[in-house]
């Protein structure tokens, strides 16, 4: 049974908050979409947005970074470096948010795993703020073009904004159409329900499921095929299914994570070979 840690749910909330306040306060002029070559890459059927060409707003940036810090330094109780150190790092012009928050969309580990020890900081905390650094900005873009395609008939495996692969799935409450989720820009777009969104394998013999515990909603999918997985939650099995938070769900989920690693199979969000388990963000 996956079970709930109070103190980190409660940290969610507060960064969500954040985000959400810092959303709001993104100048609208700021999102810059050249139409042209977007039609372009709808018409090629390719994600329409480099999110690594955008543009951000670097004082902004630097603002979501302080508020970010504070809620961590907060969370802590004076009891953690990390924060600390990437002030430190900041202010000493060792940290580039832009490009933190680009490279852990690009999940370029190599680059981060440097970073981390340049800045005696753990990788994982790196990831957790660059992804949460790219969050808000990435969700707007996508809140600027996401009505361009019919989201219910995309069926591909990778983002239709963004062109990432997808974190996380869930079982629709309503019909039971599957759905996934990209945790960069946030969108959701539908799937079928017997197919690997990774290599796109339909060979029901190779593509199954296992669950810890078969009265909760959640489950991992896999294929014996390329040997990846996907997490996936039945909202029909929710006690509340219209609170689901698929964020939060992603960070409270990372013990099935280590439980499809153990068995063989990894995410497009795993270590490489030789660092420890588990997947990055």
């Given at each position: 049974?996956?079970?709930?840690?109070?103190?980190?749910?409660?940290?969610?909330?507060?960064?969500?908050?954040?985000?959400?306040?810092?959303?709001?306060?993104?100048?609208?002029?700021?999102?810059?979409?050249?139409?042209?070559?977007?039609?372009?890459?709808?018409?090629?059927?390719?994600?329409?947005?480099?999110?690594?060409?955008?543009e951000?707003?670097?004082?902004w940036?630097?603002?979501?970074?302080?508020?970010?810090?504070?809620?961590?330094k907060?969370a802590?109780?004076?009891?953690?470096?990390?924060?600390?150190?990437?002030?430190?790092?900041?202010?000493?012009?060792?940290?580039?948010?832009?490009?933190?928050?680009?490279?852990?969309?690009?999940?370029?580990?190599?680059?981060?795993?440097?970073?981390?020890?340049?800045?005696?900081?753990?990788?994982?905390?790196?990831?957790?703020?660059?992804?949460?650094?790219?969050?808000?900005?990435?969700?707007?873009?996508?809140?600027?073009?996401?009505?361009?395609?019919?989201?219910?008939?995309?069926?591909?495996?990778?983002?239709?904004?963004?062109?990432?692969?997808?974190?996380?799935?869930?079982?629709?409450?309503?019909?039971?159409?599957?759905?996934?989720?990209?945790?960069?820009?946030?969108?959701?777009?539908?799937?079928?329900?017997?197919?690997?969104?990774?290599?796109?394998?339909?060979?029901?013999?190779?593509l199954?499921?296992?669950?810890?515990?078969?009265?909760?909603?959640?489950?991992?999918?896999?294929?014996?095929?390329?040997?990846?997985?996907?997490?996936?939650?039945?909202?029909?099995?929710?006690?509340?299914?219209?609170?689901?938070?698929?964020?939060?769900?992603?960070?409270?989920?990372?013990?099935?994570?280590?439980?499809?690693?153990?068995?063989?199979?990894?995410?497009?969000?795993?270590?490489?070979?030789?660092?420890k388990?588990?997947?990055?963000?």
């Amino acid at each position: 049974m996956v079970k709930e840690d109070t103190d980190l749910r409660e940290l969610h909330r507060q960064l969500e908050k954040v985000k959400t306040e810092a959303k709001k306060e993104y100048d609208p002029g700021k999102i810059k979409i050249d139409q042209t070559v977007l039609d372009k890459r709808i018409a090629q059927s390719r994600p329409m947005i480099d999110l690594n060409q955008v543009e951000v707003d670097k004082k902004w940036l630097e603002a979501l970074f302080k508020e970010y810090l504070s809620v961590l330094k907060k969370a802590e109780k004076g009891e953690g470096k990390a924060p600390e150190k990437l002030e430190k790092s900041f202010q000493r012009k060792e940290l580039d948010l832009e490009v933190l928050a680009k490279k852990v969309f690009s999940v370029d580990t190599e680059y981060l795993e440097k970073l981390a020890q340049k800045l005696a900081v753990d990788v994982d905390d790196l990831y957790f703020l660059g992804l949460r650094l790219g969050n808000p900005l990435f969700e707007l873009y996508a809140g600027k073009v996401g009505n361009r395609i019919d989201q219910e008939r995309w069926l591909k495996g990778f983002c239709p904004v963004c062109g990432s692969s997808p974190a996380m799935a869930y079982l629709r409450k309503d019909d039971g159409k599957r759905i996934l989720w990209c945790k960069f820009c946030g969108t959701k777009w539908s799937f079928l329900r017997l197919k690997c969104p990774f290599c796109s394998n339909e060979d029901q013999k190779t593509l199954r499921y296992f669950f810890t515990d078969q009265n909760d909603p959640y489950r991992v999918h896999v294929c014996d095929k390329c040997r990846k997985y996907i997490k996936t939650i039945d909202q029909r099995r929710m006690e509340k299914p219209e609170d689901l938070d698929l964020g939060w769900e992603n960070l409270n989920t990372f013990a099935l994570d280590l439980a499809a690693e153990k068995e063989g199979f990894f995410s497009p969000y795993s270590r490489p070979p030789g660092q420890k388990k588990g997947v990055i963000i």
